[in-house]
């Protein structure tokens, strides 16, 4: 089974409607990040999670919300999708090491179209 | 402003050559770099790291060198393969938030 888990995998809807994107982990990680790719951006970071009472805004918040439910599941919303939130998005978690680094691990991606 | 730069979009390589892949970053206080790779269609996966207080570290066929005085490291893949051709991302630590800052990519094709 996959650590980092992403559901649903893809997802089509229109302009206005609420979506939910959930990411659950089963490697014991504190750490939870959202990003989402875009062609040609690269990876841009939307909301991280510390630990369970901790959540911050990345570079690029506006239009998302987001819930830590628990140390393994991490929820990115969209209260009222539009058409340039299109994008491929991607769940990683981390656990930060001795040396003051934590490597990524991620989940297979949610490819979002908003029409 | 991206602080994080790769350059080439896109790298083609024959099968058994090297392959090497740049990255430039312009802030000095990032102290950690690490490269991931992408296949389509999955998420990116950790590949190797260095830490500024060195100029090299290996695994394998991966080699990432850094030049701090250019602030400029390259990975090498030695020899390429096929099954190597994917998305390579850069990316660095700074700051006592230790957020990760991308680059946006180099797409290597290892030609059979």
């Known amino acids: 089974d996959a650590d980092v888990t992403q559901t649903p995998r893809n997802r089509i809807t229109k302009t206005g409607k609420r979506i939910m994107l959930e990411c659950s982990q089963t490697k014991g990680h504190d750490r939870m990040y959202w990003y989402r790719q875009d062609p040609g951006l690269g990876l841009r970071l939307i909301y991280y999670?510390?630990?369970?009472?901790?959540?911050n805004k990345g570079e690029i918040s506006d239009g998302y919300s987001v819930s830590r439910q628990a140390q393994a599941k991490f929820s990115l919303s969209l209260e009222s999708a539009i058409p340039n939130q299109t994008a491929l998005y991607f769940c990683?978690?981390?656990?930060?090491?001795?040396?003051?680094?934590?490597?990524?691990?991620f989940g297979p991606g949610t490819r979002l179209t908003v029409l | 402003d991206q602080q994080v730069k790769q350059n080439s979009p896109s790298l083609s390589v024959q099968e058994g050559r090297i392959s090497i892949l740049n990255c430039d970053y312009t802030?000095?206080?990032?102290?950690?770099f690490l490269w991931y790779k992408k296949y389509p269609a999955e998420g990116p996966t950790f590949l190797i790291s260095?830490?500024?207080i060195k100029d090299k570290n290996e695994d394998g066929r991966f080699t990432v060198f850094l030049n701090k005085s250019a602030k400029h490291l390259s990975l090498h893949i030695v020899p390429s393969q096929p099954g190597d051709s994917a998305v390579y991302f850069c990316a660095a630590y700074a700051g006592n938030n230790r957020k990760l800052i991308w680059g946006l990519g180099t797409s290597l094709a290892v030609n059979p």
């Open positions: 260095i830490s500024s």
């Open positions: 999670s510390f630990d369970v009472k901790d959540i």
């Open positions: 802030n000095s206080m990032f102290d950690y």
């Open positions: 990683a978690t981390s656990e930060l090491t001795g040396q003051g680094v934590d490597e990524q691990f």
